[in-house]
């Protein structure tokens, strides 16, 4: 969900460094600033000019293109030796020229080879050395290349285990229609196993993929096997009452169940173990063990996260039963490692809602619901390593850069980033937090 995505604005305002804005109204405008040394330092990718000062500044920079300059303008101030500027080059810096602006102010031009995206901030007086404004050129030629070799290095795609629930002498529940649960959780299996499939970054897998019978177990067997990253189990509701409509979701209760309704469910779910003939053995135990595990209570987090996505994907394309991602103790959600969910699509004993069940383009709707709440999920919190994870990244906007310059940098477009981050102008406030979106390229 939306309101859950920062988008809060932080200031870059650490130890002795103070962001351009912020700074100083405090020099006195009377009495001149004074440049008194400059000096030009190189890493891998990173230009770095400091300018030693006598007192305090105001400062502001710029970028021109064609041919790409960085423009400083220092408030106030004078450059006392114009001899300083002559050995200001490197492989990037290809000059320095300075000027006086409005009279008083000091404007340094700097020329450059290729598109930088420069930052700088003002250090205050410490130990043998005074105030000192310091600019950073990160050449955004490297960076890009950077960024685009670290994305080819290993990553993976996020893998989503889709159990389409019952199946074969286990039919589930069925409606007025005749219409059997376990035909329409592998229907909708399927469509969903369609459609992750061309999401870039994830990869589907089908726990049951035609009409035989699975114990519980074992479809959690399968989904670890697969290394899934997420299991969605898919069922349709059956209840006394045919009035009741509406999907729930569900995540594993530590304790069982969370309400009367999801104890009545989870016993009705975890029979078909005993239907199959799996007995539920000793490995309960052990499961209750690792249910004690702090490491459950993450994996349940993380199911109750993605179960809220799906849930509110699913409240905008129809009834919800349930508000709220209820807990229960399926058997099929206890995955100790694996966030699981579990889905009531409908109430298939609705005979409303079992027409909508066995209507493919709504099938496909609730499919495109549950991927859109994953993928949401995903965006926010995929594993690292994953092709997804790359979504995660997030760009701090410091002073002097633009949209563009950090499209650049991140080798994506300024209207990706446009999108990613639901910006409706190219303006860009200094300390701003932007989502760096995944591109396939
Ligand atoms: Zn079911």
Redesign the pocket.
């Given at each position: 969900m939306a309101n859950r995505r920062n988008f809060l604005k932080k200031f870059v305002g650490m130890g002795g460094i103070v962001a351009a804005p912020m700074m100083a109204r405090v020099a006195e405008a009377s009495q001149k600033a004074s440049v008194q040394n400059i000096r030009l330092s190189q890493s891998s990718n990173r230009t770095r000019l400091v300018f030693d000062l006598d007192r305090s500044i105001d400062h502001s920079l710029f970028r021109l293109h064609n041919p790409e300059r960085v423009v400083v303008d220092i408030k106030n101030t004078q450059l006392l030796d114009s001899g300083l500027v002559e050995q200001m080059h490197n492989s990037l810096l290809t000059g320095l020229r300075t000027g006086v602006r409005n009279k008083t102010d000091l404007r340094i031009v700097l020329d450059l080879k290729n598109t930088v995206t420069p930052r700088s901030f003002l250090l205050r007086p410490e130990a043998n050395a005074g105030y000192r404004l310091v600019l950073d050129l990160e050449d955004s030629n490297s960076t890009a290349v950077t960024y685009k070799k670290k994305q080819k290095a290993k990553l993976r795609d996020v893998i989503v285990a889709i159990d389409a629930?019952?199946g074969g002498k286990d039919p589930?529940?069925s409606g007025h229609l005749g219409t059997r649960?376990k035909d329409i959780?592998l229907q909708i299996a399927r469509k969903l196993h369609a459609i992750i499939k061309k999401y870039p970054g994830m990869k589907p897998v089908l726990i049951r993929n035609g009409d035989y019978y699975m114990g519980l177990r074992e479809r959690v067997q399968k989904a670890r096997e697969h290394k899934a990253d997420l299991l969605i189990s898919l069922?349709?509701?059956a209840y006394r009452n045919t009035n009741a409509r509406g999907s729930s979701v569900y995540a594993l209760s530590v304790d069982g169940a969370s309400s009367e309704t999801a104890r009545w469910l989870a016993e009705?779910?975890n029979s078909?173990d005993l239907i199959g003939g799996v007995k539920l053995d000793n490995k309960d135990d052990m499961v209750a063990e690792v249910l004690l595990d702090l490491s459950l209570t993450g994996t349940i987090q993380s199911s109750l996260d993605v179960g809220d996505e799906v849930l509110g994907e699913l409240k905008r394309i129809g009834r919800v039963h349930k508000r709220r991602v209820q807990q229960a103790g399926f058997a099929v959600l206890k995955s100790p490692d694996v966030p699981s969910i579990l889905l009531?699509t409908a109430f298939i004993s609705n005979p409303r809602e079992e027409r909508k069940l066995r209507s493919p383009a709504h099938q496909h709707k609730t499919a495109k619901a549950i991927l859109r709440g994953v993928s949401d999920y995903f965006s926010r919190k995929a594993p690292p390593g994953t092709w997804l994870s790359l979504n995660n990244k997030e760009h701090t906007t410091i002073n002097g850069e633009t949209l563009a310059g950090i499209a650049k940098q991140y080798d994506v477009t300024s209207m990706d980033l446009k999108m990613a981050n639901r910006l409706t102008s190219d303006h860009l406030q200094v300390g701003q937090a932007l989502r760096i979106p995944y591109t396939v390229a």
């Open positions: 629930g019952h589930g529940a649960e959780t069922h349709a509701d009705k779910e078909s009531e």
